[in-house]
């Protein structure tokens, strides 16, 4: 059991005590807030392992010629429903303080376990994101024709253009560019020396950003933006995500027990638990429950075969795909 005790905490008699936590590393804003709707994080209680949502196939055929000279039978065109397969995650936190701890450092439990509270939530999100994004850039992934570059290069705006242009005449529809910090500032680096127009270049120097053709930028050190390939160069996933592109919906009821108190050690103990749930979904695909099973490791949600395809056409999944390295 591991159990803060008196001697892990730093005793300052004569300093307020301020902060109780570092600040997040991880920039969670911008992916949530900014994301023009591509990246969704909603409640929505759903029974069971898996959420199940059905949908009728289009229908590409639906329109045909009609014979003017005839009335011999028509042929019916058929209509097809699917559904679309979310996968519950079960998650849950524990953090133990021996009180002794508190009455060296002269803490308030109760006050304590709030702001514990307040950090808690901020770790669910960034947890959260940062599957969400290995979902969304795995189920891409597995689909060639979405996906391009192969991490040998360096991200520039032709690189881009030729991932978005992937979607075809559905190009547009993208609304948000998700990528890591380090092809971000590749991208700022290759508009000050390439051969763009020098309101690019100097928008860059002025503001500290650069445009990816009129989408917004989600920047973010998330782990579902890197591949850390072990030995070999890293390579970044750089995402042109449309509406709804991943989308994580809290399905059971949040439970947070904070400042209890526990007996029967060799010291009192203060405990915090809590325990959620959350549905994982992508844009065109499902969870595959025989292959990805019933409340995945992130491993499992990183493996390209455990999300299939279930819309017809690429034009209608979550977005595109496109592996970079670092300059």
Known sequence: MAVTTHTDVVISEDHFYGGLFEEME????SLTTGSRGAIVINDARIKGDYGYDSFFTSIDDMVERRV???VSAGTATQAL????VSVKLNRRTQIEWSLDAFKKKQLDPMGFSFVLGREFQRRKMQEMV????TAVATALESQSALTTGTGSASITHALINTSFATRGDKAGQIVSCALHSVPYYDLIGQALTDKMPANIGGGAIEVGTVPIFGRAAL???SSGLVDLNASLTDT?????LVPGAVIMSQSEPETIVGAELVTGLHNLVYRFQAEWTYNLAVKGFQWDVSSGGANPTDANV????????IDTSDKTLAGTLLVVKGA
């Open 26 to 29: 991880q920039n969670l804003e």
């Open 68 to 70: 003017v000279d005839t």
């Open 81 to 84: 429903e699917k559904e679309y």
């Open 130 to 133: 940062n599957l969400g994004m």
């Open 219 to 221: 920047v973010s050190d």
């Open 236 to 240: 970044y996933n750089v995402l042109g």
């Open 302 to 309: 990183g493996t390209t075969t455990n999300w299939d395809q």
